[in-house]
């Protein structure tokens, strides 16, 4: 008798539930059962890899590199991926496997009182399903936009007088100006909704549009668009960093990046963010992976994939990272030639010089002798500051990373169209691929729950889903629909996946039995799991989890909640002005995290009472 055998809690009845190894060796030979098949190995994996790698990589992730002390914030990152994201990955392949059911039926079978840790995932995955498409059809617009010569956000519309240009877009720039009006038509306030944007209403058509015609038939249409979604980002992301490199300051950016700010490691933000960073990139405790996994043969080594899957993730972070400080580094090189050469022409007109007596290279002693003979002058000038760091540290995160600081550079390049095509189609690829395993998680589900009758077809069923989220998610393309947007972010994805994670490696280590599990995994796959998984799993795993929980639940209750608003009114324009929440947007936050993650115990207690009821 082993010490995990002791802690193994009751769990009456799971052998009459869950299929015996000889009775699944059985339908393997037999190919019996409704579950689809993955073609090949390749689709599987493409699908996975498409799943969880998304837009987080390309923009979450350099974001938190940034304002964590640079190459700093990979440290924590590796440490946690190994240690919470790979045996959390292995844990939900092996059990989809092993019961061969979708995420809500594997709680349900390995026990009854579980039901809620499938309806948490159901929850997040639909709230990030709704948030998650309106992003792709951002993106749509921004695609259908580049198609032409020069670029809609390279410069400045003239006004309706035609007497200059108008005076939102002089004040700010012209990416701002594309970005916050002519794409969402911003209002200054989440309470005003501005009303539905008819551009962004047709987009966010076609997003949905677009995703029902590829999960259609769930895994039998989604695993062959695989092939294109999750391999097209790789190449261009490929070409972009080749671009990159060639641009003036590209090394500027990767030196910032991969410099590390040590003293970062001491900071409690950095291991959270880190952590959390871990759960969004593998997309774990969505439910999708779990479904994803139970569509393999039995004897599929979901080990080696969980290992090969996380590399891959790991990989595609960094790359990412590279090729986007790049663009971050020409940008911010850009701006301090300007600042400098705006500075030049400044001295040179006011103390009569002639044209190239100040260069870049001698300005600071052509400056310190001037202002040694005329300080007055000088001082009176109001020169501007010109830091290189500076350019290089203004931390733009998610959206404003794609679709100010990556449209602006892309405006300074030869063939700009061409490349803005490329780099629209590449998120495109991203979005679209993590969508599958998104829509796999609200759909398995409710097939699983018996939502619709029994004689729908698949067809019909995920016409319906997405015809519903489709109208949920019009309030995020009204004037306030950003504001709306980063709510969502900020909380449907949070709390509740770390509790999912949490009860996910409980229910298998100590309700479903960590013997159990072993001997599942040596039938699966030929041995034993290893001192490293028995550790994590048991132990080191869900403690990181309930730390992080914890961390994350006490900073978020004890600081007053901002969202970050557009306000030409505002004396600090164009700085984005940041605003309390009012009242009753604690009640949407209590609805987006509260209930997902209240829907574990609440399963619970309302199958207790209705057990109980039913007896009396």
Known sequence: MGWSTKLKLPNPGLDERILSHAQLEKLEVEEAGERPKWDNKAQYMLTCVGFCV???NVWRFPYLCQSHGGGAFMIP???LLVLEGIPLLHLEFAIGQRLRKGSMDVWRTINPYMLGVGLASMCVSLLVSLYYNTIIAWVLWYFFNSFQEPLPWSQCPVNANRTGFEWECERSSPVDYFWYRKTLNITTEIDQTGGLQW??????????????????????????????????PYVVLTIFLIRGLTLKGSVNGLIFLFTPDLNELANPATWLDAGAQVFYSFSLAFGGLISFSSYNSV???????????????????????????TIIGFRATER??????????TLLNTFDLPEGNITESNYDLALESLNATNPDIITGLNLRTCNLNTFLTEGVEGTGLAFIVFTEAITKMPLAPLWSVL???????????????????????????KVFPKSWTKEAISGVTCLLCCCIGLIFVQGSGNYWLALFDSFAGSIPLLIT??????????????????EDLVFMIGHKPNIFWQATWRVISPLIMLVIFLFYFVTTISKELFYIAWDPESVKFPTLEQKPYPAWIYVIIFILAGIPSLAVPGA??????RKRCCKI
């Not at 004897?299 to 400080?325: G, K, L, P």
């Not at 998120?427 to 589900?445: A, D, K, R, T």
């Not at 619970?604 to 009472?609: D, E, Q, S």
């Open 54 to 56: 998304g837009l987080g």
């Open 77 to 79: 990152f590796l440490i």
């Open 199 to 232: 551009w962004m209403v047709l987009c966010l058509i076609s997003a949905w549009a677009v995703l029902y015609v590829c999960c259609i038939r769930g895994i039998e249409t989604t695993g062959k668009a695989v092939y294109v979604t999750s391999t097209l």
């Open 299 to 325: 004897h599929n080594n979901c080990e080696q994939d969980a290992v090969i899957i996380s590399i891959i993730n790991a990989f595609t972070s960094i790359f990412a990272a590279t090729v986007i400080y």
């Open 336 to 345: 301090f030639d300007d600042c400098l050469g705006g500075n030049i022409l």
């Open 423 to 449: 780099f629209f189609v590449m998120l495109f690829c991203l979005g679209l691929s993590s969508m599958f395993g998104n829509i796999e998680g609200v759909l398995v589900p409710l097939q699983d729950l």
């Open 501 to 518: 994670g949490f009860c996910e490696m409980v229910g298998v280590v100590y309700v479903y039995g960590m013997d159990r599990f072993n």
């Open 604 to 609: 619970a207690i309302f199958r207790a009472l």
